[in-house]
């Protein structure tokens, strides 16, 4: 949600800081006190058009800074990950005018085009006005909405896999068709390779293996030299380690006839002599396998150096080949299933069944909730003194199915019963829109991917009973998501969870505009000045109250 936002010199706004909860918000002031201008200043942070005229006149920049806070494990902090910015519990947008119409746009302090900018923003904050940029005009953003309404969104996941499985099919064949008399090549020298590789029996650790190998055997004669000086020196010598230590072993047994606590020496020495005896052991059986083996040694050097040839030719390392064997293989059977297009046919014909079963199930859970969420939006539109008018969830079929399913899906809007619905980008009245845009978000509020919401000229040509049930519905509306309106009826101000100011002041020949926050007291003032006008009396401020205490009353119910 929309946690802060700070303004600088921007059109009359001096300085202002302003820090906002969860809930309905309404803001409020009279006319020309500047409500608007923190519409466009958020407009701005969130990459809005800036342009010169937004600077206040005599500064050198106008500066906007929106903080929102967010989930740690939500889309918002994905998306800052993956363009490499710092994530956590927030996400700040910064933008700079200069006078000269100049602008630079930041995210969490990182530079940022302002395209990315504006994908990142549409997934904050929502402004739903005249000129406002509403992601919900966005035929993407209407069908992801009409599929959650519909319980479908992972229906609509299971359709774009199996899209994808389809078209990596479809292009297999026609690869195999096209590119026949290539494959066939290809597959021949796969198969080539994979015949040689397999031959050498390359495998994991092979290569040190036959290094091991060629070392020992093209060495024996030194290893068998070098065995037979240690047997001489352990045990066949005169000098041999085994017969002193025999004789150190009788010397200590006879002293231990004198002090039987040498005795443990005497195991320890036995254990020692013991060792000497096995190790020598040990080295005249490595001795009698060492026998040289020239034609071993010839074939070995025979295999290695037709292992490095085909490393060489494959342009890899030796211990690389039991990995290329595995690419290889993986490859033979892909070129193998190229090769057989009836194969590849009876594949594309499965993944192509299997996709317009699932298809066909979200446009049967899309039609379905189409005509019911047509049905609520329709009605509240009867409640917010839309007349006649009419909403209708349209499904036009595409010429070829696709990732998203058999059909597109657009919001049509006939705002009097004499004309034919249109898209909701085509509506023109800015009140008009904003009310249609809150019927249609109070009938998805459960289902809403954007966590705040602005209204900007909702109550436009309407009051009394209608205005009330405008507030309500906003009220409602702000207990699933943050919510924010500018309005200037007092049935509408009396139902927000909290209730900003905006007041104008001339200071010297410039204008500026400040926000206060209302506590109930000043509240009550606020109401009773929309209420009476310039002269608010006793009366207007006890219908102020009461008006105040029925909402609050009706909220908490």
């Known amino acids: 949600m929309l946690r802060s936002l700070s303004i600088r010199h921007f059109v009359i706004v001096e300085q202002m800081d302003l820090e906002f909860s969860s809930g309905f918000t309404v803001l409020t002031g009279e006319t020309g006190a500047g409500k608007s201008i923190l519409i466009d200043a958020l407009s701005l942070a969130l990459g809005g058009r800036g342009e010169a005229s937004l600077v206040r006149s005599g500064a050198e920049r ?23 910015v710092h994530a956590g519990e927030a996400c700040v947008l910064r933008r700079v005018l200069d006078k000269s119409g100049k602008t630079r746009a930041f995210i969490n302090g990182v530079p940022m085009p302002l395209q990315k900018l504006k994908a ?52 297999k064949r026609e690869e195999a068709i096209t590119q026949a008399e290539t494959l066939q090549l290809e597959l021949l020298s796969c198969t080539e390779e994979v015949r040689e590789l397999e031959d050498l029996e390359v495998q994991d650790g092979y290569w040190e293996m036959l290094q091991q190998d060629h070392a020992r055997l093209s060495n024996a004669s030194t290893l068998l030299e070098g065995v037979q000086e240690l047997l001489d020196v352990l ?11 025999q004789w150190v072993c009788d010397r200590i047994a006879g002293l231990t006839v004198y002090d039987p606590s040498l005795g443990s020496l005497e195991g320890l020495l036995e254990s020692a002599r013991i060792q000497v005896e096995e190790t020598a052991q040990s080295l005249r059986r490595y001795g009698f396998s060492l026998e040289t083996d020239e034609a071993g040694l010839e074939k070995l050097d025979r295999r290695m150096g037709r292992v490095v040839g085909l490393a060489r030719r494959l342009r890899v390392k030796p211990e690389q080949l039991p990995q290329r064997l595995e ?24 993944l192509e069944n299997a996709y317009l079963t699932v298809a066909t199930q979200l446009s049967e859970r899309r039609t379905e909730a189409a005509a019911r969420l047509a049905r609520v939006v329709t009605e509240t539109f009867g409640r917010l003194a839309l007349g006649h008018g009419q909403f209708k969830v349209v499904l036009p079929p595409l ?13 049509r809007v006939a705002t009097h019963g004499s004309v034919e619905p249109e898209p909701l980008a085509k509506v023109a009245s800015g009140g008009e829109l904003s009310r249609i845009s809150l019927a249609i978000q109070t009938a998805l509020m459960e289902v809403t991917s954007v966590p705040t919401l602005i209204f900007d000229e909702v109550d436009t040509g309407i009051g009394g009973r209608v205005a009330e049930i405008v507030g309500r519905l906003l009220e409602s509306l702000g207990r699933t998501c943050q919510v924010l309106c500018v309005t200037h009826l007092p049935q509408v101000a009396a139902c927000g969870h909290h209730h900003f100011r905006v007041l104008k002041q001339e200071e010297g020949a410039q204008l500026n505009s400040t926000v206060e926050k209302l506590d109930a007291k000043s509240r009550i003032e606020e109401i009773a000045r929309m209420l009476g006008g310039v002269t608010i009396t006793a009366t207007t401020r006890q219908h102020a109250a009461e008006m105040l205490g029925h909402q609050l009353e009706t909220a908490g119910r």
């Open 62 to 84: 106008a500066e906007v800074v929106a903080e929102f806070e967010i989930s740690e494990t939500g889309p918002v902090n994905t998306w800052l990950m993956e363009h490499e």
């Open 120 to 171: 990142l923003s549409e997934q904050l904050l929502d402004i739903h006005g005249q000129h406002a940029h509403q992601t919900l005009q966005h035929l993407s953003t209407q069908r992801a909405l009409l599929d959650a309404y519909a319980g479908a969104t992972g229906l609509a996941r299971q359709v774009a896999a199996a899209s994808a499985a389809w078209l990596e099919a479809r292009k």
């Open 235 to 245: 045990q066949e010598s005169e000098e041999a380690v085994t017969s002193k230590l």
């Open 327 to 350: 690419d290889s293989r993986r490859r033979l059977e892909e070129l193998e299933g190229l090769a057989r297009p009836a194969g590849l046919e009876e594949q594309v014909r499965q």
């Open 399 to 411: 010429a070829e199915p696709s990732s998203l399913g058999l059909e597109t899906v657009e919001f």
